[in-house]
């Protein structure tokens, strides 16, 4: 159980085009969701925090605009990169907290994008 | 100084050795968790922990609350132990969000 999907796993895009990354809870209902970067050998950075319905939390230094969020259910969250630059290239992750469960969260695949 | 801090940063051990990772935090918690990603990317939670001792195959988890550090143990390590981990904690209301480490490279040579 708990098992969380995210599509696609892989995506090479040109400069200036935008890209949708898809974060899906395949068996569980996630009233809360995360989306993180993270840079070669370096942790996670926690981008936003989206809660189902409601507008994304954005951390400090993380343009709202560039990185757009959707909850818009509760199994499915999307991460749009507008305008891709070479410096968006990185590795996406999401993860989905279990409703009504505290500090559990439970971690996607993983997205790696490339911007040429 | 960060929150949570690991140690080793990286390690190299050979097949069958007894490893132990540590972690330590400065901050209250509520639970805390250990992490393994691959070199593909995947995260796996191996252990949340909020007090003693939990026991999943090879692996044994830690916690002291008083002294603020965890500890991963791997018994008889494999080569397919090879990954990343990361120790992570659920900070007192602090509602769902994770503080992580820095991770701990680890290498199980054959």
Redesign the interface.
Known sequence: GAVVSQHPSRVICKSGTSVKIECRSLDFQATTMFWYRQFPKKSLMLMATSNEGSKATYEQGVEKDKFLINHASLTLSTLTVTSAHPEDSSFYICSASLAGVVGTQYFGPGTRLLVL | KNEVEQSPQNLTAQEGEFITINCSYSVGI??L?W?QQHP??????LF?LSSGKKKHGRLIATINIQEKHSSLHITASHPRDSAVY?CAV?VENY????V????T?LSVLP
Do not use: D, E, K, W
């Open positions: 509520s639970a968790h992490l593909g990317g995947g995260i796996v939670s949340m990361i659920s509602g769902q969000n994770f992580f480490g820095p991770g490279r």
